[in-house]
């Protein structure tokens, strides 16, 4: 069982930047992936990006390509996903998360097997 913690959360005005981290509590398996999700309160958690843990193959909703970036380190067993040009619409619990995510279904929350708590993100206006 792998254990996740997310950090970097937290509250920035728009227009702003944010990095969160996510650490894996033990090694990845190779042909997994590490993804990161969004929850705003009364929707459904919205796929963000995602990131093929051997190749560094990248993932992006098409609504958020241009202004997040996903990356791992390997050796540190860390992914972790840099916001920039943040917007109020952004706000939401930020969820890191692990598993098979098949390439044809990867912005699927069914996908990945283990979750983290989540990090509040918070864009003022």
């Known amino acids: 069982q792998v254990q996740l913690v997310e950090s970097g959360g937290g509250l920035v005005q728009a227009g702003g930047s944010l990095r969160l981290s996510c650490a894996a509590s033990?090694?990845?398996?190779?042909?997994?992936?590490m993804g990161w999700f969004r929850q705003a309160p009364g929707e459904e958690r919205e796929f963000a990006a995602a990131?093929?843990?051997?190749?560094?193959?990248?993932y992006y909703a098409k609504s958020m390509k241009d202004r997040f970036t996903i990356s791992r380190d390997n050796t540190k067993n860390t992914v972790s996903l840099q916001m920039d040009s943040l917007k109020p619409e952004d706000t939401a619990v930020y969820y890191c998360?692990?598993?098979?995510?098949?390439?044809?279904?990867?912005?699927?929350?069914?996908?990945?097997?283990?979750w983290g708590q989540g990090t509040q993100v918070t864009v003022s206006s």
């Open positions: 033990a090694r990845i398996t190779s042909t997994y992936a």
């Open positions: 998360a692990v598993g098979p995510a098949r390439a044809w279904n990867y912005g699927s929350p069914r996908e990945y097997d283990y």
């Open positions: 990131i093929r843990w051997s190749s560094g193959d990248t």
